[in-house]
């Protein structure tokens, strides 16, 4: 059985299948990664704190300590690090899940059978590389907390979690590009072009509006999504920092996840019935 074929009857189900059968099997698919993922905790904590946890202590504590940053740096770095945590952890476990699934495993052909619309098997790679960057922005919140002596509100919990998910989904829609347009052999090449310069011109580690006096940078960056997420959590949880308008932040994010998914679901229509 060729793939186009392989996948050709399970599409024609879906077409004539009820909406709430889809949506079990949805429902199903998802649990079935998040279990996979709950048997792998402990690499999932290794992922979700080592990095980010050596990023606030050397710029948060050691160059505070040292006397090259103040005190008030806290404020800008955390925020920006956990906004960093959920997109690059939802872009990452989309992205080399569905490289390895189109060059070796073939795990996706399980998928592509099941009685669901093909679009419905794409939204849920989002959905899931989403929930784990969210988990990993939530699970990091409390440890930077500790390790910078800093502290929010209660109140700000509710925005701060609707920030960090919108990021989640915004790193997962770029990541399901990334994975339906990359071979297994370019993997090294997508890291070095695409994941480095979405890491450094993210505004994680500074405000995007600080950059006027260099505005060619400051360009850059506010082309890349990562940055609304980060200016978008510093607007929520430390206001007193400058940062760009939260309206603008929301409608930037809520537009890069429409533009991106609508883009990496083509994508992924494209590989499954190769």
């Given at each position: ?67 090259y940053v103040d005190g008030d740096y806290s404020a800008v770095l955390l925020p920006g690090v956990l906004a960093l ?110 994941l480095m310069p979405l890491l450094f011109t993210g505004s994680t580690q500074f405000p995007l509006v600080a950059l ?63």
């Open positions: 059985m060729t793939a186009t074929t392989a996948t050709e009857a399970p599409t024609a189900e879906a077409a004539t299948a009820p909406a709430t059968s889809q949506l079990h099997t949805f429902g199903a698919i998802l649990w079935r990664d998040v279990f996979v993922a709950l048997r792998q905790f402990p690499t999932f904590i290794g992922q979700a704190i080592i990095q980010p946890f050596f990023t606030l202590f050397v710029f948060g504590v050691l160059l505070s300590d040292a006397g945590n959920g997109f690059l952890g939802g872009m990452q476990n989309t992205a080399l899940p569905l490289v390895v699934d189109f060059s070796y495993t073939r795990e996706i052909e399980d998928r592509l059978l099941s009685p669901i619309s093909l679009r419905l098997v794409a939204v849920e790679k989002i959905l899931f590389g989403a929930l784990y960057g969210f988990v990993a922005s939530l699970m990091m919140t409390p440890v930077g907390m500790v390790l910078l002596d800093l502290s929010w509100p209660i109140s700000k919990t509710v925005p701060a979690l609707a920030i960090a998910g919108l990021g989640a989904l915004a790193g997962a829609s770029i990541g399901l590009c990334l994975g339906t347009s990359v071979s297994s052999d370019k993997v090294d090449v997508m890291f070095t072009l695409v006027d006096e260099v505005r060619w940078f400051q360009v850059i960056c506010g082309a890349n999504p990562l940055s609304y997420a980060s200016e978008g959590m510093r607007a929520v949880t430390s206001p007193n920092v400058e940062h760009v308008p939260l309206p603008v932040t929301l409608i930037v994010l809520v537009g890069s996840i429409c533009l991106f998914a609508a883009i990496g679901i083509r994508g992924f229509l494209r590989r499954a019935q190769a």
